[in-house]
């Protein structure tokens, strides 16, 4: 169904919004601008700020969105013969190979990743992002694989996985910051992916192979 004009303005207003959120934080820090400040700078109230956005956090992580189904969008999507940890890999391999802004190869990262760990706010707010990636993920793979809430096997699968996700988010984020090219943190990661693996046990590799 296409958008509706209603839709399409609130989403670029919403758009809109957050460029220059990200542009002030970018500039002076995440703690020294206020919500106020990018009303004005937005032209709109605060009211219609929060009206798209619940936290002064939301505003700058609002990329974020996509990230806390991105797991469980790659299991569900898995093809036939192909276990959850192959679909992971797969897809993480692909992003990267392919220099996705996606995962953070993408110019201007460092200073986005500056922001953050200049503040505790956001900090926290990226590791509740994380639990709600694992905790989405574990639904999932109970979803898939019709384990029942006693079976523990789907929460360590999920907490493998996470961990792999968020192992190579930071590490992006980390060579980005120490002034790598995205190309040479692309294959820096590609290898990284190819530890990860390594390191994944035969019972997480082969967990929830989907049926041909």
Not at 56 to 85: H, M, N, Q, T, Y
Not at 90 to 116: A, C, N, Q, W
Not at 185 to 200: C, F, W
Request: aromatic fraction near 6%.
């Amino acid at each position: 169904m296409s958008e509706g004009l209603r839709e399409r303005k609130k989403r670029q207003t919403r758009q809109y919004i957050s460029d220059v959120a990200t542009h002030l934080f970018i500039e002076r820090g995440f703690d020294a601008v206020t919500i106020a400040e990018v009303a004005e700078a937005s032209d709109v109230s605060v009211n219609t700020v929060y009206n798209y956005f619940s936290t002064k956090e939301d505003l700058f992580l609002d990329r974020s969105r996509g990230i806390v189904d991105r797991l469980s969008r790659f299991v569900r999507a898995r093809d036939a013969g192909e276990s959850a940890a192959d679909a992971v890999l797969r897809e993480l391999r692909e992003l990267t190979e392919t220099v996705s802004p996606t995962i953070g190869l993408h110019s201007g990262y460092d200073r986005f990743m500056k922001v953050v760990r200049e503040s505790h706010s956001l900090q926290s707010r990226l590791l509740s992002i994380q639990q709600e990636v694992l905790d989405n993920l574990e639904r999932t793979l109970r979803g898939e694989t019709g384990a029942d809430a006693a079976d523990t096997l789907p929460t360590l699968v999920a907490g493998q996985l996470a961990w792999a996700h968020g192992t190579l988010m930071a590490f992006v984020a980390r060579r980005m910051l120490e002034g790598r090219t995205v190309e040479e943190t692309s294959r820096e990661a590609l290898a990284l992916l190819d530890d990860i693996e390594e390191v994944l046990g035969e019972k997480v590799l082969k967990y929830a192979v989907r049926q041909g």
